[in-house]
């Protein structure tokens, strides 16, 4: 199996090397940002001289927001706050299609966990998932439709945050072309890379399964019928949606889920990188369809 893996790595390698010299895309410095994005989120590391605990307390969201707002910032997007009642709020920024385009693709992840609970896996790992994707977007030459990257509150309290966020998009009346949302994906304990797509809207499987097979990454894709987490917010709207995570109903999922373990040193990040390279071309498919 090691023998394997020391074969498989160099050829991974070399064929992001191309892949990404053909998109215009370069990763150099993504990795760690988005791994110390996990870090700080999940307390493994201070924000302003405070480890995070869990982002349970009104107190720990709020400094989990403000650190999702200045990420923000500092890739050049326009982070601007919805809040929905006097204790949740989202954070959201949109990314303008570099051609005219009257159609978004919200892409999101919860960032709350519940109480005593670092969530490096629930979800600041899914969060992490929108960062890097929107690093990689905001480098991309050629953007076919405008994206929304949202951060939901209170998904832990039944999935208010994106209920409030999707209400939003309806009654802003935009023309939203499909919402991908993202939760837990960062536990691979059997290395085979594995993506669940939950409840996907008609033809996205095939849009994943036509990325994988022409990069020839072997990698199993599972259809999942669970509901529970923001991508049912939109559904309920009538929009199409669509999750993302780890196995988590085919069994490969974080034995620390709701847990004080559910920490840093449990999350699989070349598992991670790999999903958001994998979403990074399916995104550029489906822009231009
Ligand atoms: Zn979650």
């Not at 529970?228 to 620390?256: C, K, W």
Request: proline content about 3%.
């Amino acid at each position: 199996m090691k023998k394997f893996v020391c074969i498989i790595i160099p050829v991974l390698i070399l064929q992001n090397l191309i892949i990404y010299a053909g998109t215009g895309i370069e990763t150099q410095g993504e990795s760690s940002r988005v791994s110390d994005f996990i870090s700080d989120l999940s307390g493994n590391t201070p924000i302003n001289g405070k480890h995070l605990p869990d982002r349970f307390t009104l107190k720990n969201k709020k400094i989990a927001r403000d650190y999702i707002v200045e990420r923000m910032k500092e890739l050049g997007l326009k982070p601007l706050r919805q809040e929905y009642n006097s204790s949740g709020e989202n954070i959201y920024a949109i990314l303008e299609a570099t051609t005219s385009s009257n159609e978004y693709i919200i892409i999101g992840a919860h960032y709350d966990t519940v109480r005593e609970c670092p969530g490096a896996n629930d979800n600041a790992s899914g969060a992490a998932f929108v960062y890097g994707t929107a690093i990689n977007m905001m480098q991309l030459e050629n953007r076919l439709k405008n994206i929304i990257f949202v951060f939901f509150d209170d998904e832990e309290k039944g999935l208010r945050g994106s209920r409030s966020f999707a209400q939003k998009v309806k009654d802003d009346n935009l023309n939203i072309h499909s919402v991908h949302t993202i939760d837990q994906f960062a536990w691979d304990s059997d290395n085979d890379r594995a993506i669940e797509l939950e409840l996907p809207y008609d033809g996205i499987m095939d849009v994943y399964r036509d990325v994988l097979k022409e990069n020839n990454w072997e990698v199993p894709l599972h259809y999942s019928d669970v509901p529970a987490t923001d991508h049912t917010s939109f559904r309920r709207l009538d929009y199409r949606a669509v999750g993302i995570t780890e196995e988590y109903q085919n069994g490969d999922t974080t034995p620390y889920y709701h847990r004080p373990s559910d920490t840093f040193e449990t999350v699989d990040m070349e598992y991670l990188e790999f999903g958001i390279k994998v979403f990074v071309k399916v995104l550029i498919r489906i822009m231009e369809k």
